[in-house]
């Protein structure tokens, strides 16, 4: 007993915390002591102070060594370095003490979280009769320093321990190699049964030699780089009971031996790089957990999945699983946790009507069709159903809000449809309930603000309508998170105006498109962490009281598209932790705000700023990674501090009237991803050199007063994807230096002084892939074009068909984990107007070398550019004929080979090109018949004219043909001549009518189709009123805005 109390004398712990030490005082009967453990001699045989918040005073000199009749040890989840809790101890920096080798008796020892780290001691390796060692640490985690075997190493530990069952070293640094740290346990450790050694820095493969080990049943092993397939002979272990690889970086097919172990329990494969499809599951299988998620495993579930009655939790998330989930899979009697989520999967939602256990399903992120059950009454323990981003229909069944124990909904971008309808459960405990992005209709049903547990609800993006007071919300009293963005609803705030209190407290608030015109009184909003009331129509000044919301910790806020005139200063009010400023689109005047200090994004574009940048901007944007000052009206310099945005990616003072030259640090900067300067009045030459270690994949100095050349050191940006440098003064030969950039997109270098032939050496083989705009036009190019330049334009050769309907823009994801872009824009001339591209589509393909010196014959290779969208060669001196080949090029929608020297006729394989909307051959030197076809018709005559051989619809020259024979015979008996020219015409006007009019009257399919088509016919060869342009189809492409 003394011993003890000497003991606690010296350790330091928190005794607020403490539930065993403050039991020991000498009052009190020993045996009701916490922790203490004695045998019939009144000797301590086990002790356990585990998280007693332990934070020092154990040392080599401390009464605990005295305890020569300890058998068993537990100081897990203390702190015996010192410092503060987390949760009940503190990772941090402590060398095991010396003394342990004076406990002879130590069975059981767990050393487990207590903050120890550095070199374990060699004297455990005397502890002959230990059975259980557990060194474990999860300090590694959080870059707190660890435990290690060095020297002595593993081997040297464990070479007396031949009575050892478990070993725990999880987070030890032990840092061997397969068969060093696979021989020394099976060398030593006869009887091992536990073996767990996650994050402990090994590498593989795992040596056969660890199958000596027999009487292991728990193998944990995660968290380390074996980098080889999984052993097959793991297999053999008879007694195997739990075998965990998570993250081991592990290869190969899928071990179908140890799926069909039937002692196995647990098994975690997760995060490796397995491939294969799912074996056959064994008849009489142990199996309780299965955990695959994060590999490349693919195919369809097998249906012997059925057969593991014992399941209890299955993890297949992030795989490349795809068909039906079968029933066999969804109605396992014990099953408790199932996740699908971010597979493959198709087709209806199982009924799950007799897993009548299960809490949680997460089938989000798959291709699931068809309307969800309505029958859930047998889940009475459901707490979470999570079925966001599928193509689910149908109407919301309302038996779902009757679930006794459900707390999280998520049913978010779906096709969800019809009304809103909630039968309550007195009893609800629904917290999150998520229905953004769906096809619901109608009122929000009064039944929501009788979710009162309810923290959590998102129903933008939808089609509700009706008006709905913002203070009806009051009832949620537990509400932190509401979304109501994006509907047809009007959400009036005045009463919340009179009474701000009456509102929730919120974390997250967003009301964005809800036509509100005034700003809600929010200054009682001491929590609120997120406000979105962007594209609303308030109007007025910015209120001061915006800054002080949440007491400081506002971090997201977006007043963006409103009819906001002022924003009151001083500007230093500011909140701090301000994260995301998104004040673009709305009418603010006079001085730019200077931003908050610890900004990550800020967006002052489209307003009426009329001042220019303040010197010391680049102090307070020195964490800033977006900054926008474009389309407003500011004027001046571009500061030097600028220099001093450490972190900027996205950098756009476009559209304004700034002035002077470039900063040379935003040309050699290593961060910058987007530099968009583009139309300002900025001159003199491009400064400074371009980092080797260039990240630029934008840069659109377009619409300035540039001169000089492009820096050889462009090249130097290998990631760049647009450059536009297009409406400046600049002088230089094309930009050979950059075709080794193999990532670049959009070319602009029109309306400059550029000059020579466009080819470049033989031996400079990439040749931008990934084009797809490339403008030189109005410069001073000249020389033949050669077949071999457009060969490597990889992105115009593709076939883009089935690539055409989805809206792929070129654009920047600007913050990790969010959905903040920067998107690309350009100016392109199309169909004989300029036109700019806001979003530039991935599939839209343009080349205009117009305005330019170019000679000698158009490229029979361009006709392999079969995704081209638009041609523009005009305004040149190229001769010889147009190539046939650009008969290809059928999603050819604009075509401009005016102003040159073409000759001969137009292909007869123009007639294919159904898509062209715009064309001009005019002025050249063509001739013979416009081709008949579906499109060559339609146009002006203006697209023909200055060719005076041309002939042929629309033009008025008609063709001459040779005037056909005419045979006259005479009869020999009558006298009479027989003219055959027109016995034939009246023959063939018989036979034609016949053909036509017999169907007609007979063949209904024939009916529908002929009027059908001569409709069509009609249409094109009459004019229709108020049409100046006949055939134009309309632009697939509805998405891209002009």
């Known amino acids: 007993m003394s011993l003890l109390l000497r003991l606690k004398k010296t350790l330091k712990f928190n005794v607020a915390v403490s539930n065993k030490l403050v039991s020991w005082n000498q009052s009190a009967d020993c045996s009701s002591w916490g922790g203490v453990t004695w045998d019939a001699n009144g000797h301590v045989v086990g002790l356990d102070l585990s998280s007693e918040s332990i934070s020092g005073g154990f040392n080599s000199s401390s009464s605990l060594f005295s305890l020569q009749y300890l058998q068993s040890l537990n100081l897990a989840g203390n702190s015996f370095c010192g410092g503060l809790n987390w949760p009940n101890n503190s990772f941090c920096s402590s060398q095991i003490p010396s003394g342990f080798d004076r406990l002879a008796n130590l069975i059981y020892l767990n050393l487990s979280n207590s903050g120890f780290s550095g070199q374990i001691p060699k004297e455990f390796s005397l502890l002959t009769r230990l059975v259980t060692i557990d060194f474990s640490s999860l300090g590694y985690l959080i870059g707190f320093p ?118 196995l329990q647990i098994l975690d494969l997760s995060i490796n790089l397995l491939e294969d499809s799912l074996p056959e599951f064994p008849q009489n299988g142990s199996l309780e957990t299965l955990v695959l998620s994060d590999t490349k495993l693919w195919g369809k579930l097998p249906n012997s999945m059925g057969n593991l009655k014992k399941l209890t939790r299955i993890e297949l998330a992030r795989c490349h699983f795809s068909g039906p989930i079968l029933n066999s899979v969804a109605n396992l009697p014990q099953l408790i946790y199932l996740d699908l989520s971010e597979n493959k999967f198709s087709g209806p939602i199982p009924s799950f009507s007799l897993s009548k256990r299960l809490t949680e399903i997460n089938l989000s992120y798959n291709n699931l069709t068809g309307p969800i059950p309505f029958h859930w009454e047998q889940l009475v323990n459901l707490m979470n159903l999570d079925l966001r981003y599928n193509a689910i229909t149908g109407n919301l069944p309302p038996s779902l809000f009757s679930l006794p124990s459900l707390q999280r909904l998520r049913l978010d971008n779906n096709q969800i449809s019809g009304q809103f309808k909630i039968l309550l459960n007195a009893s609800s405990r629904l917290s999150t309930l998520g229905l953004s992005s769906n096809n619901l209709e109608g009122p929000i049903p009064d039944s929501v603000f009788e979710l009162r547990c309810l923290s959590f609800l998102d129903l933008s993006s939808n089609k509700f309508n009706g008006k709905i007071e913002l203070s009806k919300f009051k009832k ?73 919301i949440g007491n400081g910790s506002l971090v997201y806020l977006n007043l963006s598209h409103n009819l906001l005139e002022d924003l009151h200063e001083p500007f230093s009010t500011f909140t701090p932790y301000l994260s995301i400023l998104d004040l673009h689109s709305n009418q603010l005047h006079g001085q730019i705000p200077t931003p908050p200090i610890f900004c990550s994004y800020v967006d002052y574009s489209n307003n009426s700023f009329t001042s220019s940048i303040p010197e010391d901007i680049g102090t307070y944007i020195f964490f800033t990674i977006f900054f926008s000052l474009s389309k407003n009206n500011i004027t001046g310099i571009i500061p030097a501090s600028i220099c001093n945005a450490s972190y900027l990616r996205v950098l756009d003072f476009s559209d304004n009237a700034l002035s002077g030259m470039i900063p040379s640090c935003l040309i050699g900067n290593e961060i910058l991803e987007v530099l968009n300067l ?120 593709a076939d883009k068909d089935g690539a055409r309907s989805e ?106 090109l159904n898509f062209l909307s715009f064309l001009n051959l005019s002025f050249n030197q063509l001739e013979g018949e416009i081709p008949t076809g579906t499109q060559l018709q339609t146009f002006l005559e203006s697209s023909y004219e200055g060719n005076k051989e041309l002939c042929g619809p629309p033009l008025k020259r008609k063709c001459t043909d040779p005037s056909p024979p005419t045979y006259e015979e005479t009869h020999p008996d009558s006298g009479m001549k027989i003219n055959w020219v027109y ?60």
């Open 146 to 263: 660890t435990l290690k075997l060095e020297n002595p190493n593993l081997r040297m530990l464990v070479q007396n321990l031949k009575e050892l069952r478990e070993l725990h070293l999880n987070g030890v640094d032990i840092s061997a190699e397969g068969k060093e740290w696979c021989q020394a346990l099976s060398s030593s450790v006869p009887n091992l049964q536990v073996l767990s050694l996650s994050s402990c820095h090994l590498s593989g493969p795992i040596h056969s030699s660890l199958q000596k080990l027999r009487s292991l049943s728990r193998i944990r092993l995660d968290d380390n780089n074996f980098a080889a397939p999984v052993p097959q002979f793991l297999a053999s272990f008879s007694n195997l009971t739990h075998l965990q690889l998570s993250s081991c970086g592990l290869t190969g097919t899928f071990p179908e031996k140890i799926i069909q172990a039937t002692t």
């Open 678 to 797: 583009r139309r300002n009045k900025l001159s003199a030459t491009i400064p400074g050199e371009f980092s080797g270690n260039c990240l630029l994949r934008t840069l659109d100095l377009n619409g300035n007063l540039l001169e000089g050349k492009i820096p050889e050191s462009l090249a130097n940006c290998k990631e760049l994807e647009v450059l536009n440098l297009g409406n400046n003064q600049m002088s230089d030969f094309f930009p050979c230096s950059l075709k080794t950039i193999s990532s670049l997109r959009v070319l602009v270098l029109r309306s400059n002084r550029f000059y020579g032939p466009i080819q470049c050496r033989p031996h400079s083989n990439p040749t931008w892939p990934l084009l797809q705009i490339i403008d030189l036009a109005s410069n001073n190019f000249s020389g033949d074009l050669s077949g071999k330049f457009f060969l490597t334009w990889k992105a115009m050769r």
């Open 476 to 548: 949620l009293g537990n509400l932190t998170d509401l979304s109501l963005s994006y509907n047809n609803l009007s959400i009036n705030s005045t009463l919340c105006n009179l009474s701000p209190s009456i509102l929730p407290m919120f974390t997250t608030l967003r009301l964005a498109s809800c036509r509100l015109t005034t700003l809600p009184d929010l200054s009682g909003q001491s929590s609120l962490t997120h406000l979105d009331l962007s594209q609303n129509q308030i109007h007025g000044n910015i209120p001061s009281w915006i800054w002080k």
């Open 807 to 912: 809206l792929n823009h070129l654009q920047l994801q600007v913050l990790q984990f969010s959905q903040v872009y920067y998107q690309d824009t350009v100016t392109v001339t199309s169909k004989g107007l300029e036109m700019q591209l806001v979003k530039i589509l991935t599939v839209f393909t343009a080349i205009d070398f117009s305005f330019n010196n170019f000679q000698g014959e158009i490229p029979e290779a361009m006709g392999s550019l079969i995704s081209l969208y638009a041609l523009n060669l005009s305004h040149n001196a190229l001769t010889g004929q147009i190539p046939s080949s650009l008969g290809k090029l059928r999603q050819l929608e604009s075509l401009d080979l005016s102003q040159n020297s073409l000759r001969g006729e137009i292909p007869a394989q123009f007639v294919s």
């Open 983 to 1042: 016995i034939g015409a009246e023959i063939g006007f018989v036979t034609g009518i016949g053909i036509v009019i017999g169907p007609l009257v007979l063949w209904r399919r024939w009916r529908r189709w002929y009027y059908t088509h001569v409709d069509r016919l009609l249409l094109r060869i009459l004019p229709r009123q108020g049409e100046g342009v006949h055939g134009r189809r309309r632009r697939r492409n509805q998405g891209r805005r002009l």
